[in-house]
């Protein structure tokens, strides 16, 4: 059971390029997100998903686009990188929030634009 | 924005002292939640308390949660060094767009040996 899987772990971009974080879980669950996380800033939620089909908006979403076409994945992409981007990238996943319900992460992607 | 405050941002202890961070939120909520992070990787969830509950424990671990100041501590007992990492809460709440998770921006955790 591998749980969250993100590639790549490092990337570097440079200025206007396009990459996707790749993201899979293997436990079926309804809810996946994306987060970014800089310092001082906690995890800022970027884009999420409650089911294959179905995405929204978290915080911080320009720049961002994401698709679920199917339970296990939610890659994320960047259309145009920007070095505002350079951060390191959390996939995470949970059955529904609300029912109190963990929520698992991928290790992470550190993404440098430059 | 929706996320939480973690306070305080660092805090350093002498092993076998006790830790204690607090966490404000900004709505109502389902659930919340605490969770660590160590350096250079993802987080793992550490306890959950629900929004009826006022606290809770889990080894040396120890929730309270008070809903009319929407706020949380998390107490670490007699703590080691292996404690040393980030901590964060989380809430889940329903959103305009359905239920979202949000994170506080952490209490990073220094236990000196």
């Known amino acids: 059971n591998a749980g969250v899987t993100q590639t790549p772990k490092f990337q570097v971009l440079k200025t206007g390029q396009s990459m996707t974080l790749q993201c899979a879980q293997d436990m079926n669950h309804e809810y996946m997100s994306w987060y970014r996380q800089d310092p001082g800033m906690g995890l800022r939620l970027i884009h999420y998903s409650v089911g294959a089909g179905i995405t929204d908006q978290g915080e911080v979403p320009n720049g961002y686009n994401v698709s679920r076409s199917t339970t296990e994945d939610f890659p994320l992409r960047l259309l145009s990188a920007a070095p505002s981007q350079t951060s390191v990238y959390f996939c995470?996943?949970?059955?529904?929030?609300?029912?109190?319900?963990?929520?698992?992460f991928g290790e992470g992607s550190w993404l440098t634009v430059v | 924005s929706q996320q939480g405050e973690e306070d305080p941002q660092a805090l350093s202890i002498q092993e076998g002292e006790n830790a204690t961070m607090n966490c404000s939120y900004k709505t109502s909520i389902n659930n919340l939640q605490w969770y660590r992070q160590n350096s250079g990787r993802g987080l793992v969830h550490l306890i959950l308390i629900r929004s009826n509950e006022r606290e809770k424990h889990s080894g040396r671990l120890r929730v309270t949660l008070d809903t009319s100041k929407k706020s949380s501590s998390l107490l670490i007992t007699a703590s080691r060094a292996a404690d040393t990492a980030s901590y964060f809460c989380?809430?889940?709440?329903?959103?305009?767009?359905?239920?979202?998770?949000?994170f506080g921006t952490g209490t990073s955790l220094t236990v000196i040996p």
């Open positions: 989380a809430t889940d709440f329903k959103g305009d767009t359905g239920n979202q998770f949000y």
């Open positions: 995470a996943s949970s059955p529904y929030p609300g029912s109190g319900n963990t929520i698992y």
